[in-house]
């Protein structure tokens, strides 16, 4: 009989606290219940994990690798640069759709330093896929930049912007509460007319 080893339990921990947080919400899901589903103690979930809020973060981990995945995949197989960066937009607005009910911007709202860690290393890679993307535009003469790293930085600038003034806008007292769906599809409209608008300005004239 295979003898499961501490990774292979983790993420079996992981799938099973992704599903049920994706039917019946974070927030309404106890640790009792994920111990159910795994048909283990709630000790056993406490030794991979602190408590929920640990185990809710690792949970937002592993689907951000692939929504960088699912990103990497839209810019490996590009024939314009500015449709690429418009169906970068776009798989945003299906992973948050997707994932609603993980309370993503609850979490990543919540000022940790491992959450200000994680928001580090994803503008770090979101600026190096977009400058990869605005890197092939130039290349295949659809865009016309001097300095491709320094344009992709202010193209991630600009694009959340757009969702902190959304957030702003409809959240000025709960800093913390997630960003409901009709008010993040208004930061995807925007992002999308706002990229239409910028990669203009990178076109050959």
């Given at each position: 009989?295979?003898?499961?080893?501490?990774?292979?339990?983790?993420?079996?921990?992981?799938?099973?606290?992704?599903?049920?947080?994706?039917?019946?919400?974070?927030?309404?899901?106890?640790?009792?219940?994920?111990?159910?589903?795994?048909?283990?103690?709630?000790?056993?979930?406490?030794?991979?994990?602190?408590?929920k809020k640990g185990l809710h973060f690792?949970?937002?981990?592993?689907?951000?690798?692939?929504?960088?995945?699912?990103?990497?995949?839209?810019?490996?197989?590009?024939t314009s640069a500015t449709q690429t960066l418009l169906n970068i937009i776009e798989i945003k607005r299906q992973f948050v759709q997707r994932y609603s009910r993980l309370e993503l911007f609850k979490v990543l709202n919540d000022g940790s330093p491992e959450t200000q860690r994680v928001m580090r290393e994803m503008k770090i890679a979101?600026?190096?896929?977009?400058?990869?993307?605005?890197?092939?535009?130039?290349?295949?003469?659809?865009?016309?930049?001097?300095?491709?790293?320094?344009m992709?930085?202010?193209?991630?600038?600009?694009?959340?912007?757009?969702?902190?003034?959304?957030?702003?806008?409809c959240m000025p007292v709960q800093i913390n509460a997630d960003l409901a769906p009709e008010d993040f599809e208004r930061i995807v409209a925007q992002q999308k007319l706002l990229t239409e608008i910028f990669v203009k300005g990178l076109k050959h004239r």
């Open positions: 009989m295979h003898a499961e080893t501490k990774d292979e339990m983790r993420e079996k921990i992981l799938e099973a606290t992704l599903k049920r947080f994706t039917h019946y919400g974070a927030s309404k899901t106890t640790m009792n219940e994920i111990a159910d589903d795994l048909r283990c103690s709630k000790a056993s979930l406490y030794y991979y994990f602190p408590d690792a949970v937002l981990e592993k689907i951000g690798e692939i929504f960088h995945a699912e990103q990497e995949a839209e810019a490996q197989n590009m979101i600026d190096a896929l977009i400058t990869k993307i605005m890197k092939y535009g130039v290349e295949t003469g659809e865009f016309v930049i001097d300095d491709v790293e320094r992709a930085e202010l193209y991630n600038q600009t694009m959340e912007g757009l969702r902190f003034s959304v957030i702003d806008y």
